[in-house]
């Protein structure tokens, strides 16, 4: 199985900071990765797919970027609505998703 | 508008099975799959397996195989997941997920969760 790890695993930020979260994959998973925002109670939802792809509907603070082994999560300019926690995913092989980071206001 | 539509909370004794169902209204059934991921309390998300109703071809997480079964009727639109030999540790929201186009594991459409009570 390709192991996707995560950091860092929680942090917080004030409204209107800019927001990197990293994604490292075990193995060169090329661009197969996708990112999804989850909110306590509820299903999460895909942000990008592909690395960088933004999904119809999501708001263009957010971005993806990597390839190969690492990856990145960038939301620029923290809103409250962005309060979640955030997954990779790869799907080069069998799908597993990174442990999550949790995003938090200061 | 795609929709999935899960079954309802179960409450299962260790060693029993479980099935869920989830009802997918929209798009063309067969031109998707449908993954069932798992999350346990307070924990990240576990993909279990997919089923590929066009082949009725089904994948299974290797932590799973041998104890989960996932398939689909076509003429009803449904995806099915059934875990036996359950025990404490498979307490989790289970949620079925669809593919964002065609057999590629981006997940689009997400059901409700089904939340799945494993205790004596």
């Known amino acids: 199985d390709i192991q996707m790890t995560q950091s860092p695993s929680s942090l917080s930020a004030s409204v209107g900071d800019g927001v990197t979260i990293t994604c490292q994959a075990s193995q060169d998973i090329r661009n197969f990765v996708n990112w999804y925002q989850q909110k306590p109670g509820k299903a999460p939802k895909l942000l990008i797919y592909?690395?960088?792809k933004l999904e119809t509907g999501v708001p263009s603070r957010f971005s993806g970027s990597g390839s190969e082994t690492h990856f990145a999560l960038t939301i620029n300019s923290l809103q409250p609505e962005d309060i979640a926690t955030y997954y990779c995913q790869q799907y080069a092989t069998l799908p597993t998703f990174g442990p999550g980071t949790i995003v938090d206001i200061k | 508008q795609v929709q999935l539509v899960q079954s309802g909370a179960e409450v299962k004794n260790p060693g029993s099975s479980v099935k869920v169902s989830c009802k997918a209204s929209g798009g063309t059934f067969s031109s998707y799959t449908f993954s069932w991921v798992r999350q346990a309390p307070g924990h990240g998300l576990e993909w279990m397996g997919k089923i590929i109703p066009i082949f009725d071809i089904a994948n299974y997480a290797q932590k799973f195989q041998g104890r989960l079964t996932i398939n689909a009727d076509k003429s009803t639109t449904t995806a099915y997941m059934e875990l036996n030999s359950l025990r404490s540790e498979d307490t989790a929201v289970y949620y079925c997920?669809?593919?964002?186009?065609?057999?590629?594991?981006?997940?689009?459409?997400w059901g409700q969760g089904t939340l799945v009570t494993v205790s004596s």
């Open positions: 997920a669809r593919t964002r186009r065609g057999m590629t594991d981006i997940f689009g459409p």
């Open positions: 592909d690395a960088s």
